[in-house]
Each structure stands twice: as C-alpha cells, then as structure tokens.
C-alpha cells in the first residue's frame, strides 16, 4: 500500500467494482463507435467501386472509339494504355471477380466487352445489388 502525502493515511487501490464500471464504460462506448467506423469503411468501397465502374467503363468506350472494336479482354486496356492496372473489386478484394457483359460476335467485329459490373453478391443501402451497378 502506499501512504497519502497530505494526511499521512495509507491510501487502497482500486475496488473491483471501480475497475468493472470503468471497462462497462469502455464497452459501451466502443459499441457506440464501431457501426460509425464500419460504416465509414463500407462507404468507402462503394465510392471506390463507382469510381472504378467509371475508369473501367470509360477505357472501354474510349478503346472502341478508336478501334472500332471492344476489348476481348480487360488486360488489353492495360497494354494499349487506356489504364494503368486493371483494379481490383472494392468489394471482392479480388481483380478476377469483374462480371463482364460481352458483345454479339459479328462478321466485322470480333466478341468484345461492352460492360462490367461487380462480382460481389451483395446489396447497397437501398437494396439494389452491387452486380447491377
């Protein structure tokens, strides 16, 4: 035990309940704070995944613009330059997951992809599901 400066007492530790109400306190409020931060994550992968639908989306009507033709392949964005990396789903974690909508084989132009979307299976605050973003 140690003793009290100012009346000489010897002074106790802290009661068991002092130490349980302080880690009731911590909890409380820890439980007050994670949905915030998960929150803030999730919203955080939305944004980058429309972002990404964006750059992607683009790339390939800026490929077909110049050759008349769509990619047959994410990768051949990345050669020809339309984007530096093909980036991977924010919700997958995962650059092989990408759904791709293929074009109609014709005579004069080969099967292409004409669109993308995310190959998460889950569903957006308003219950649409991230695959038909």
Same mark, same amino acid.
């Given at each position: ?20 109400l ?42 077909? =613009? ?34 791709? =909508?293929?074009?109609?084989? =014709?005579?004069d ?25």
């Amino acid at each position: 035990m140690g003793h009290d400066t100012v009346t000489g007492r010897a002074t106790r530790g802290h009661t068991l309940i002092e130490l349980l109400l302080a880690l009731f306190i911590l909890a409380l409020l820890a439980g007050l704070v994670a949905p915030i931060v998960t929150g803030g994550v999730h919203r955080a992968k939305e944004s980058a995944l429309k972002e990404d639908l964006y750059r992607m989306r683009k790339a390939i009507d800026d490929y077909y =613009a110049d050759t008349g033709a769509y990619p047959p392949e994410l990768e051949e964005l990345v050669r020809k330059r339309y984007l530096r990396s093909v980036p991977a789903d924010p919700l997958t974690e995962s650059r092989e997951s990408w759904r791709l =909508a293929w074009s109609e084989e =014709a005579d004069d132009a080969p099967r292409g992809i004409i669109d993308l979307h995310s190959g998460s299976d889950a569903v957006d605050g308003d219950g649409i599901a991230y695959a038909e973003w």
